[in-house]
């Protein structure tokens, strides 16, 4: 399997505060790696500099997507290249819908604006596989939303936009049992139809029980701790993170 990320040494500051130090790991093209680790151990900082939040600056090490060191690339150009993250916190925009943000988000991406007339075929499928009312489209973006209504609209950024990585994260806090199930159909699906590679940063094991897991990461104080397969996400779930984050001091 050919290699789409790769994050090799990577230290990263916020307001002169080192949060990440020195991480490494590679995810291949198609694969589904998770991201875990307590609060504050740095997963969302892992996140948002891969794609190239400017609140974030990389003291050392290097990112290299599909082969090209973009470690210096603005978030706008990362997001033509395929990159797209979903927010632990969506924001809400009021004065533009769903639907006109979605046709935009996929026009900066693309490059080209989509006839009106695909785009609403695209979109009313991708809504009805999340089982979303069509009439959402139509409303402001997430104003009013509730949180899985919020969650499922980025799933379907995520459909209609196909980036080759998707970073969620932690993009099931919040959602009743129903809302993971849908979410985690939407992620199948978007494996599936658009075949991308995904970073999922979550404490969920219901989202994971249904996805095909390649690797698993853990993180603790800005550094990746330990790593296996899919199964260590789960018994990660079960025991706690304490048996696998070792104590030298
Ligand atoms: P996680 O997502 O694993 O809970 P974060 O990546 O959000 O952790 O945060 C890791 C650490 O970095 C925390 O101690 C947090 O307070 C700090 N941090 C995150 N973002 C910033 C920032 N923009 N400025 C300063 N400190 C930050
Ligand atoms: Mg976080």
Redesign the pocket.
């Given at each position: 399997m050919s290699e789409l990320l790769r994050i090799a040494g990577l230290s990263v500051s916020?307001?002169d505060?080192e949060?990440l130090h020195g991480v490494s790991l590679s995810i291949g093209e198609g694969e589904t790696h998770v991201i875990m680790?307590h609060?504050?151990?740095?997963?969302?900082?892992l996140g948002c500099t891969v794609m190239g939040s400017p609140?974030y600056t990389v003291t050392g090490g290097k990112i290299y997507f599909d082969g090209e060191d973009i470690t210096e690339l603005s978030a706008d150009k990362r997001a033509r290249l395929g990159i797209f993250l979903s927010f632990q916190n969506p924001v809400e925009i009021p004065g533009i819908t769903l639907s006109e943000f979605l046709r935009n988000a996929l026009e900066q991406v693309t490059g080209t604006r989509i006839k009106l007339w695909d785009f609403k075929k695209k979109l009313a499928a991708a809504m009805e596989l999340l089982d979303m009312d069509s009439a959402y489209a139509e409303r402001e973006l997430n104003v009013g939303f509730s949180g899985g209504e919020k969650k499922k609209a980025e799933i379907l950024q995520l459909l209609m936009l196909r980036p080759r990585l998707a970073i969620l994260d932690e993009t099931d806090s919040g959602l009743d049992v129903d809302a993971v199930k849908t979410v985690s159909k939407g992620i199948e699906e978007y494996r599936k139809s658009v075949g991308g590679s995904l970073m999922i940063i979550t404490h969920n094991a219901r989202l994971l029980e249904n996805l095909s897991l390649d690797r698993t990461h853990i993180?603790s104080e800005g550094q990746v701790v330990k790593e296996g397969d899919g199964a260590l996400a789960f018994e990660v779930l079960e025991n706690g993170f304490e048996a696998y984050v070792r104590k030298d001091s």
């Open positions: 916020a307001e505060k949060l680790g609060n504050g151990a740095g997963k969302s900082t609140e993180l």
